[in-house]
């Protein structure tokens, strides 16, 4: 059976490219994966040590999709040549009380408007799983550049090569959760 994975983008706009990706991967993954994109963190309030118990609903609803999916695939905007707060918030979360992401296999690709693909997004996102334990695929990397040229208006993803992109990377992420489960 398809491996079901969770998908998460780093962003809280309603039109964001980075969800769009998610949804186009979604449909280009075939048998490779089934993917859900999730679509709460907005619900997730600022990290504070001092509330981290009882844990705040929205964080539970997170963590217990992230338990129970058999992998994460996080999709990043780039903000300031880094990782979007609500990202690294959630990530601060899900790294507590309960470790969902301790050996949970985690894959990371992104999209922006800018030319250079969210190369340095990427690797904060990367950095930071690194100090979870999560099981982070190294390769294929995936840096969607001009992500506004890429899809139509309807928000349908019609660029060969991005698509081309997200195949390999869901059929990689397969065999990673096969070898790091
Ligand atoms: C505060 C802020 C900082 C940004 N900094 C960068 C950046 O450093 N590099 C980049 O490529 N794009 C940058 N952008 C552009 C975002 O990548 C672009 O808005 C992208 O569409 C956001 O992803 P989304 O469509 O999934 O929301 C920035 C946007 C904002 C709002």
Known sequence: MSPNVLGVAGSLRHDSWNRRLLGALAELAGDDLRLTVYDGLEQIPLFNEDAEEPTPPGVRQLREAVRGADGLLIATPEYNQ??????????????RTEPVLEAKPVAVIGATVGNWGTRLAQAAVRQALTATGAFVMPQ????????????DPSG???????SSGLRKVAQAFRQWMVTHR
């Open 156 to 162: 349908r993803l019609h660029d060969a090569e991005v």
């Open 82 to 95: 880094s990782m979007p707060g609500v990202l690294k918030n959630a990530i601060d979360w899900l790294s």
């Open 140 to 151: 294929p990397m995936l840096f969607v550049a001009r992500a506004n040229e890429r899809f």
